[in-house]
């Protein structure tokens, strides 16, 4: 049995929701001495079940909470990671565009290259045209100039013609090597255009890598957010259920006041009264000392169709016979204008343990603490009872005792131990602490 306290402080759900604050319920007044005495009704039955069903939505709701909770767990691990993917990608962009930058560096320069291999090509080229245009200009046959009349003349000639073909040669020969060298810059800047179209693409490659991550990581923090709103609305329905389920063990405790205690023929609401009226007895007690009275003054509340609630108040006054003299009573006139027992004319017992007006206006006890001594209320009639038999007696324990306190309660040995029997068969049947 749980023992609440005079409100349920709930929890705040996971969005930080202010604790609700539910009212306690009729059965938390019972003292928590005596959350183990074993009760039964079928309303009870009812509210226990209403309690298991409340309990089984709340613990599904938790473990929907608790695994909403492991999936952050798991989006921020994958987050983390391809945030570092993420990152990694971004050193690969920079790393290809520095590649891309060197390569269109090598480019220039081969380009460049070229052009200057151009150029010379070219100039060998114009040099090599000057020369033969010349010797074009000043063509002679070589033959005839050998056997001119003089001779040396021929032979400067001839040497003019050696030291042309000679010229020539040098020039042909450096065109084709400038030719070679030009083939070579187009080779290498051919060479330099591919490397540049490499490093675009691999550029072009990563770029691409890092969108794709980064839409990854857009996706894993849209799944995040997402996750967190709906663990927030979990997290209500947690307090919503929590709230049912508190508000189930309430109607448990309600439920509860009002079963019947096992062995006895009282609710719990009955034994309660008693038992807290015996602690506060001025004279050693137990509960069962009043409870047989009660049992033999009323049905502990049952009188006339009349039952307790949940507070130990008599859902119909109980009101006894007119003290009239008739019925073998004694005549005892009105002493209280009716306000009691709605007689003017003379007076009658009344509530639970039968307080004549005249008795309670000295007797009369505030057992529940509301404030007002009401004989109608258990609570307050039986501390009322517990207080005149014990100084009617002053011990409630031992049958002598006992037998005082009843005689003194009504003039009858026959009452005497039909109460006593009863008391004494309430201490044997119902297991109660005790209260001293």
């Not at 709103?229 to 405790?253: F, P």
């Amino acid at each position: 049995m749980l023992a609440l306290g005079p409100t349920l402080a709930l929890a705040p759900d996971a969005a930080g929701a202010t604790p609700l604050e539910v009212p306690a319920g009729a059965g938390q007044r019972i003292d928590p001495a005596l959350d183990g005495v074993p009760v039964a009704s079928a309303e009870l039955r009812r509210a226990e079940g209403a309690v298991d069903r409340a309990q089984g939505r709340l613990d599904a709701a938790i473990e929907e909470l608790e695994r909403l909770g492991r999936v952050l767990e798991d989006l921020a691990a994958e987050r983390a990671g391809t945030e570092a993917e993420l990152a990694d990608a971004t050193t690969g962009v920079a790393a290809a565009e520095s590649t891309l930058a060197l390569a269109r560096q090598r480019l220039a320069g081969a380009v460049a290259g070229e052009h200057d291999a151009r150029d010379r090509l070219a100039g060998a080229r114009a040099d090599l045209r000057m020369v033969a245009v010349d010797r074009y200009i000043r063509s002679e046959d070589p033959a005839a100039t050998l056997f001119e009349g003089d001779a040396r003349l021929g032979l400067s000639r001839g040497r003019r013609r050696v030291l042309g073909a000679a010229v020539t040669a040098d020039k042909v020969a450096r065109v084709v090597r400038r030719e070679g060298e030009l083939a070579a810059a187009v080779r290498a800047r051919r060479a330099a255009e591919g490397r540049v179209g490499d490093a675009e693409n691999q550029l072009a490659r990563a770029q691409e890598h890092r969108r794709d991550v980064a839409a990854t990581l857009a996706d894993v923090s849209a799944r995040i957010d997402g996750t967190r709103h709906e663990q927030a609305r979990q997290a209500g329905r947690v307090n919503t259920a929590t709230v049912d389920r508190d508000h189930a063990l309430l109607g448990v405790l309600d439920a509860r006041v009002l079963s019947e205690v096992s062995g006895a023929d009282f609710p719990l609401v009955a034994l309660d009264a008693y038992w807290k009226a015996a602690r506060a007895a001025p004279c050693p007690g137990e509960w069962w000392a009043l409870a047989g009275v009660g049992w033999n003054e009323s049905g502990h509340g049952t009188h006339g169709g009349s039952a307790l609630d949940a507070i130990g108040r008599t859902t119909r006054p109980i009101i006894g016979i007119a003290l009239n003299g008739g019925n073998d009573t004694a005549r005892v006139g009105d002493t209280d204008g009716g306000r009691l027992d709605g007689d003017p004319g003379v007076d009658r017992a009344v509530g639970p343990m039968q307080f004549i007006p005249s008795t309670w206006a000295r007797w009369g006890s505030d057992g529940d603490g509301d404030g007002t001594a009401d004989p109608q209320n258990l609570y307050d009639a039986a501390l009322a009872a517990a207080r005149y038999l014990c100084a009617a007696s002053g011990d409630l324990l031992s049958d002598a005792g006992l037998r005082r306190a009843y005689l003194a309660y009504n003039h009858s040995g026959l009452y005497v131990d039909i109460v006593l029997r009863r008391a004494r068969s309430y201490q044997a049947t119902v297991e109660v602490p005790p209260n001293r």
